[in-house]
């Protein structure tokens, strides 16, 4: 079992670009969230994906936007890149229907030049 | 709403002496709680949770944690620190109502001296 993979790893944009971070689920898990962990910081919860719809979102503005394919993996794509969005972007999956408890990826540190 | 704080920004023990990382709560319902472990330019890995069965409960590495309602705390707990253990501990709430919206605190800083 693979676990929670991401890519890329690093990332580094300009602001104003744009970015897409991928995020496959643990094997079994039908639920993605995604967090952004700013340096020092615990992570903030962006959103979460459930049967391809966003099933909640934090407090974060609409440049942030994600998709969830059939086979539960996601995507996170941010528009008009400002520099405070560099941070390491967290996925994690879970079972909706279990117990509870989110298995995060390593992340994807982007930095935002 | 929830809400978690962590008590100590920053911890510091002696190799093979105990450690305490505190941890209390707010939720409005009955909650579920977890302590995730992030070492340096790692992802978080779920250490423990509690989800409603026992109150005492073991994770991995030798730690556990009690949940204590009346105190609204989840503290988490190991009679030996390693050097191993130095890592960011973050305390993370969740409500089974909100479809598994977490939480985090702000986490602590662990350092274990030789």
């Known amino acids: 079992d693979a676990g929670v993979t991401q890519s890329p790893t690093h990332l580094i944009k300009t602001r104003g670009q744009q970015v897409t971070l991928r995020c496959s689920p643990k094997?079994?898990?039908?639920?993605v969230s995604w967090y952004q962990q700013a340096l020092g910081q615990g992570p903030q919860f962006i959103f979460q994906?459930?049967?391809?719809?966003?099933?909640q979102r934090g407090n974060f503005p609409d440049r942030f936007s994600g998709h969830q394919f059939p086979n539960y993996s996601s995507e996170l794509n941010v528009n008009a890149l400002l520099l405070g969005d560099s941070a390491l972007y967290l996925c994690?999956?879970?079972?909706?229907?279990?117990?509870?408890?989110?298995?995060f990826g390593p992340g994807t540190r982007l930095t935002v030049l | 709403a929830q809400s978690v704080t962590q008590l100590d920004s920053h911890v510091s023990v002696s190799e093979g002496t105990p450690v305490l990382l505190r941890c209390n709560y707010s939720?409005?319902?009955?909650?579920?709680l977890f302590w995730y472990v992030q070492h340096p330019n790692k992802g978080l890995q779920l250490l423990l949770k509690?989800?409603?069965?026992?109150?005492l409960v073991k994770g991995i590495n030798g730690f556990e944690a009690e949940f204590k309602k009346s105190e609204t705390s989840f503290h988490l707990t190991k009679p030996s620190a390693h050097m191993s253990d130095a890592a960011e501990y973050f305390c993370v709430v969740s409500d089974k109502t909100s479809y598994d919206k977490v939480i985090f605190g702000p986490g602590t800083s662990l350092s274990v001296i030789p």
């Open positions: 994906y459930y049967e391809e719809e966003e099933r």
């Open positions: 509690y989800t409603s069965a026992a109150t």
């Open positions: 994690a999956s879970s079972l909706s229907a279990g117990p509870g408890g989110q298995y």
């Open positions: 939720s409005s319902y009955s909650p579920s």
């Open positions: 094997s079994g898990h039908d639920t």
